[in-house]
């Protein structure tokens, strides 16, 4: 594809750590070519005073009003669409833009990186969020899924699953849905503060977080039901998931240790053998022997994933970058699949391995 034939690019969300990730992941996209970052509370400002890292990529870039994104996307034939804003948000941006598109015969492509477009229904949102589902009658136009969990989409959009979801789908889908264990999951994740967005709250700030680590939201996550809806999906077994959150000491990266009962004792080498069968066709997940490390994905779209069998009980270890893999990246990588492109185009850069 030529670069007068690149398919336009618009992120919602502007100034966030997310959006952030898709500007630069689509400065280096061959076929993506950028032409709005809306921010709502930042229009007309130049996004290099948000990212000055991207400066030389978009020197003259200025943040749009909402309105003014709206229109540009109505305006164009197609586009692809990415959604940083927060949950309980994003849902309204989105129904306003896609309505002015309908109006105008425009067929943006969506992903929202919220959490607005996880569930299959509005009552199981409303349940875990305590707040109406601004646009019940877009849900049925998207779908949830990790990309290497879901062969053919069949919606228009998608919505991604999340950070610690697609660290924990990747883990545990494959146990379930190869039949290797009881459907009772343990899981333990360690989170980067970048997980918590732009935002310092008492909780989550630099000087709170440097030098320690302490589990929070302990067995009541709210990304906990939207794991245990999505493992169903792609696994089609009903499963219990008992789910610790961490906070860790580092700025990106999630780490998560999937423990459960096998229903016959197993080996490690075989375990290990299953799941790279199961990903031989995924370029972004990595199966080995060695215990995945966080700095060995930081900044990539890749994840690493290893196993440990003893007797009845496994052990599934996974990384993942939480602004790539579970954000920006994975987004992109749907998006390429929805666009006709490689999935991989514009992903394949690899992490730094020094942070
Ligand atoms: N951080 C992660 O690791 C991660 C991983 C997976 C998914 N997510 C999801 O991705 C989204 C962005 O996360 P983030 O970490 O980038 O959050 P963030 O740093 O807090 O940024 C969110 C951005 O959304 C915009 N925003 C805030 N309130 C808004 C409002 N009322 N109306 C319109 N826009 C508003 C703001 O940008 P403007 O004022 O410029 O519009 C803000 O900078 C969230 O839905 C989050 O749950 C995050």
């Keep these: 594809m030529s670069g007068a034939q690149k398919i336009p690019a618009v992120v919602l969300g502007g100034t966030g750590y997310v959006a952030g990730e898709l500007l630069r992941l689509i400065a280096g996209h061959p076929n993506l070519e950028l032409k709005a970052v809306a921010s709502d509370s930042q229009p007309g400002e130049p996004v290099a005073k948000f990212f000055p890292h991207l400066r030389s990529s978009f020197p003259d870039l200025k943040y749009t009003s909402q309105e003014d994104t709206t229109a540009l996307v109505a305006s164009l034939p197609t586009s692809a669409v990415l959604s940083a804003a927060p949950h309980g948000v994003s849902h309204a941006l989105l129904d306003s833009l896609l309505t002015a598109a309908e109006s105008k015969g425009a067929k943006p492509r969506v992903v929202d990186i919220s959490a607005d477009y996880r569930y299959s229904t509005a009552a199981a949102y409303e349940a875990v969020y305590k707040h109406p589902h601004g646009a019940p009658d877009r849900i049925k136009d998207f779908t ?98 008992c789910f610790v959150p961490h906070s860790g000491p580092f700025a990106r990266g999630i780490h998560v240790t999937v423990q459960a009962t096998a229903r ?15 990903y031989r066709d995924s370029y972004f997940v990595r199966v080995g022997s060695d215990m995945p490390r966080i700095k060995d994905v930081v900044a990539s779209n890749f994840a690493n994933l290893s196993a440990v069998a003893s007797g009845e009980t496994v052990a599934v270890m996974c990384v993942v970058d939480n602004l790539v893999k579970g954000a920006a990246g994975g987004a992109v990588q749907w998006m390429n699949r929805m666009l006709g492109l490689a999935e991989t185009a514009g992903l394949t850069a690899p992490a730094p391995g020094w942070t």
């Design 264 to 278: 016959k004792p197993l080996k490690t080498a075989e375990l290990v053998a299953a799941f790279e069968e199961f």
């Design 144 to 241: 949830c899924a990790v990309p290497e969990q879901l062969k053919t989409l069949t919606t228009r959009h998608v919505g991604h699953p999340g950070c610690f979801a697609t660290a924990i789908l990747l883990a545990s889908v494959p146990l379930l849905k190869l039949g290797l264990i009881e459907p009772r999951l343990f899981v333990s994740g360690v989170t980067g503060s970048t997980g918590a967005g732009r935002t310092p709250t008492a909780g989550t700030h630099h000087p709170q977080r440097h030098s320690d680590l302490y589990s929070y939201n302990a067995l009541g996550h709210r990304h906990t039901p939207e794991v245990t809806a999505l493992a169903t999906a792609a696994s089609g077994i009903a499963a219990d998931f």
